[in-house]
């Protein structure tokens, strides 16, 4: 199976600020990723698919990017919407598996 | 717009099957444009690809759980459904259904999720 690993686990960031969040795959999964957005008791929601590209309704602050087994996703001012937690999830390969998830809470 | 509901006991007792049915609602289960999946979620904990099946009828599961598990779907009733045997407290989470179009290949449709906690 294909290891995603998120880090940090947890980011403390203010309203305003730039944030990058990272995902290594153990392996090389192309351009196959995927970040989703976590609320407290709601389902995950798509943010971006294959790397770079924007799911439809979300807003431009947020961006990913990387190739291979680094990527990244940065929102780039943050907004009190944006307090939430972040997975991302390699699709190259079955299994698929997800990263453990960042949290990224108030400073 | 697709929309997706998951219903199913909320209690199954250790060493029963836990079934989950995701009825869709928007567009039909057999369209070449989705493939549907399941994904659960511990409480307090991160997410966990459970297994997806094709409309062709393709399936693909966790290798942790590829024992105990099958996804089907209901053509009839426009649903998909989730079996998980042997089910142990380790098994109580919130289950996810979930949608990927051909386009994104990610899930980009989720149902509101269903918390099943196993306890005799």
């Known amino acids: 199976d294909i290891q995603m690993t998120q880090s940090p686990s947890t980011l403390s960031a203010s309203v ?23 609320k407290p008791g709601k389902a995950p929601n798509l943010l971006i698919f294959k790397t770079s590209n924007l799911e439809s309704g979300v807003p ?22 944006d307090f939430a937690t972040y997975y991302c999830q390699q699709y190259n390969d079955y ?9 990224l809470q108030i400073k | 717009q697709l929309q997706l509901q998951e219903s199913g006991p909320g209690l199954v007792k250790p060493s029963e099957t836990l079934s989950l049915t995701c009825t869709v609602s928007g567009g039909s289960i057999t369209s070449s444009s989705y493939y549907w999946g399941w994904i659960r979620q511990p409480p ?12 062709s009828g393709s ?8 024992s105990r598990v099958a996804i089907s779907v209901d053509t009839s009733k426009n649903q998909f459904s989730l079996k998980l045997s042997s089910v142990t407290a380790a098994d109580t989470a919130v289950y996810y259904c979930a949608t ?3 386009t ?16 005799s």
Do not use: H, N
């Open chain 1, 16 to 38: 305003g600020d730039r944030v990058t969040i990272t995902c290594r795959a153990s392996q090389s999964i192309s351009s196959w990723l995927a970040w989703y957005q976590q």
């Open chain 1, 60 to 81: 431009s602050r947020f961006s990913g990017s990387g190739s291979g087994t680094e990527f990244t996703l940065t929102i780039s001012s943050l907004q009190p919407d």
């Open chain 1, 95 to 103: 299994p698929y598996t997800f990263g453990q998830g960042t949290k």
């Open chain 2, 44 to 55: 307090g904990k991160g997410l966990e690809w459970i297994g997806t099946i094709y409309y």
């Open chain 2, 59 to 66: 399936t693909y599961y966790s290798t942790s759980l590829k």
């Open chain 2, 100 to 102: 990927a179009t051909v």
């Open chain 2, 104 to 119: 994104s290949l990610a899930y980009d449709c989720w149902g509101q999720g269903t918390l099943v906690t196993v306890s």
